[in-house]
């Protein structure tokens, strides 16, 4: 069975830092990994979906890396805004037209 | 293009009554899965359903919940005989028989409170 750890839980930094945000899921068979955003009382963002055979996706000042062999994936966001303070998701699905495995989170927030 | 639209947005039942939670795919997706989020939880997927069929329901609790997807209409999640545990945010996801990586959006979300 799939599971899917994020790691820290809460996360608290000032502006223009840059941050780290880790996932681990148990079973490298996966077919691809997404990062949401989740505001309070919200739905989800989509924010990068990275495909099990590429490495790396990036989108303005966020870079997603992920390393099937060791179960592991990092969000990693540069020069962080507190327009950045959300939780964030990871998820991992297994097969295509499959469901995703979802972490807890990690509740971010980026002080002024 | 309108996204994944789910109704009601909120919805208050109070102990043992019925709660029907409405989820319109985007346009054009024939795939619909339901996922459940408790509070300060990650989202925990519930069932996964095509236009008339139930694929995997292995997320879904034996009793008192069941979904559909007819071949008009939106998908119904129902939650018979609610109970104060059934409190949660219901999300579903949609996502397209063609295109490469089959992505699934995500609407809205209905909060369900039970009183």
């Known amino acids: 069975k799939q599971e899917v750890t994020q790691i820290p839980a809460a996360l608290s930094v000032p502006e223009g830092e840059n941050l780290v945000l880790n996932c681990s899921f148990t079973d490298s068979a996966i077919y691809n990994l997404q990062w949401f955003r989740q505001d309070p009382g919200k739905g989800l963002t989509s924010l990068l979906l990275i495909q099990s055979s590429q490495r790396e996706q990036t989108s303005g000042r966020l870079n997603a890396s992920l390393d099937k062999s060791s179960g592991r994936s990092t969000l990693y966001i540069a020069a962080s805004q507190p327009g950045d303070s959300a939780t964030y998701l990871c998820?991992?699905?297994?097969?295509?037209?499959?469901?995703?495995?979802f972490g807890s989170g990690t509740k971010l927030n980026v002080k002024p | 293009n309108a996204g994944v639209m789910q109704n009601p947005r909120h919805l208050v039942r109070r102990r043992g009554q019925e709660a029907r939670l409405r989820c319109s795919p985007v346009k054009g997706h024939s795939h619909v899965y339901w996922y459940r989020q408790l509070p300060e939880e990650g989202l925990k997927f519930m069932v996964y359903?095509?236009?008339?069929?139930?694929?995997?329901e292995s997320g879904m609790p034996k009793e008192r919940f069941s979904a559909e997807f007819p071949k008009e209409g939106p998908s119904i999640l129902r939650i018979q005989q609610v109970v104060r545990g059934d409190s949660a945010a219901y999300f579903c996801a949609s996502s397209s028989s063609t295109g490469v990586y089959n992505e699934q959006f995500f609407g809205p979300g209905t909060r369900l409170t039970v009183l």
């Open positions: 998820a991992v699905r297994k097969e295509n037209f499959n469901k995703f495995y």
């Open positions: 359903l095509q236009k008339e069929n139930i694929i995997d």
